[in-house]
C-alpha cells in the first residue's frame, strides 16, 4: 500500500509542477470542439525535453469516427535550445532535423495577428499517428506556440488528413 501511495504522489508532484497550457479545439466538420493540453514535462535530460500534448475531442452526433480516436496523446523530443527563440533560428538554418525518431521542420516566417516575424513549425512526432503544425514567436508565454493543428494519420480514410485546430485559451 505504502507503495502505491509513493507512487501516486511522485506521479501527482510532477504533473502539479510541469508547466501547462490550456487549448480549446476548434469546431471542425466530423466534431463539435474539445480540450487539449500542452505539458512541458521539464524533464530535462542530456540537452532535451518533452512536450506532451493531450486531447479529447466531442464528435458531432452520426459523426464515423470510432470512440478509440476521440482522444489521443503525443510526446514530442526537442532539444533545450528550442526553450528560446534560439532554436528555432537554428531550426531555419538548417530546415529539418532528427531528435530521437522526432521530425521537425521549419515551414516559413509567418506574422501571427500583430506579432511580426514568427516561425511556422511541422513536428512528426514518434508515433507517426499524426503530424502537428505550430506557430512559435519568442513574444508569447509558456512555449510560445500560438496555434498547433494535429493532423492525423490514419489507416481510415475518413480521419486520414483530419485536421485538429487548438486555440489558446
Given at each position: 500500500?505504502?507503495?502505491?501511495?509513493?507512487?501516486?504522489?511522485?506521479?501527482?508532484?510532477?504533473?502539479?509542477?510541469?508547466?501547462?497550457?490550456?487549448?480549446?479545439?476548434?469546431?471542425?466538420?466530423?466534431?463539435?470542439?474539445?480540450?487539449?493540453?500542452?505539458?512541458?514535462?521539464?524533464?530535462?535530460?542530456?540537452?532535451?525535453?518533452?512536450?506532451?500534448?493531450?486531447?479529447?475531442?466531442?464528435?458531432?452526433?452520426?459523426?464515423?469516427?470510432?470512440?478509440?480516436?476521440?482522444?489521443?496523446?503525443?510526446?514530442?523530443?526537442?532539444?533545450?535550445?528550442?526553450?528560446?527563440?534560439?532554436?528555432?533560428?537554428?531550426?531555419?538554418?538548417?530546415?529539418?532535423?532528427?531528435?530521437?525518431?522526432?521530425?521537425?521542420?521549419?515551414?516559413k516566417r509567418v506574422d501571427i495577428g500583430v506579432l511580426k516575424n514568427g516561425y511556422e513549425v511541422i513536428v512528426y512526432p514518434r508515433n507517426k499517428r499524426s503530424k502537428i503544425l505550430f506557430y512559435y514567436h519568442?513574444?508569447?508565454?509558456?512555449?510560445?506556440?500560438?496555434?498547433?493543428?494535429?493532423?492525423?494519420?490514419?489507416?481510415?480514410?475518413?480521419?486520414?488528413?483530419?485536421?485538429?485546430?487548438?486555440?489558446?485559451?
Amino acid at each position: 500500500m505504502l507503495k502505491i501511495i509513493l507512487i501516486f504522489f511522485i506521479v501527482f508532484n510532477a504533473y502539479v509542477f510541469a508547466d501547462q497550457s490550456d487549448y480549446l479545439i476548434e469546431r471542425g466538420k466530423l466534431h463539435n470542439g474539445g480540450n487539449a493540453t500542452l505539458v512541458d514535462l521539464d524533464n530535462e535530460e542530456n540537452g532535451f525535453f518533452t512536450i506532451k500534448i493531450n486531447y479529447e475531442i466531442i464528435k458531432k452526433k452520426l459523426a464515423p469516427i470510432p470512440e478509440d480516436q476521440l482522444k489521443g496523446e503525443s510526446e514530442i523530443i526537442f532539444p533545450s535550445e528550442f526553450r528560446t527563440e534560439v532554436g528555432y533560428q537554428n531550426l531555419e538554418k538548417v530546415k529539418s532535423m532528427e531528435i530521437k525518431g522526432t521530425v521537425i521542420e521549419f515551414q516559413k516566417r509567418v506574422d501571427i495577428g500583430v506579432l511580426k516575424n514568427g516561425y511556422e513549425v511541422i513536428v512528426y512526432p514518434r508515433n507517426k499517428r499524426s503530424k502537428i503544425l505550430f506557430y512559435y514567436h519568442p513574444e508569447l508565454n509558456h512555449l510560445g506556440w500560438k496555434e498547433v493543428s494535429i493532423i492525423l494519420i490514419n489507416k481510415l480514410p475518413v480521419l486520414n488528413g483530419y485536421e485538429i485546430k487548438l486555440t489558446q485559451k
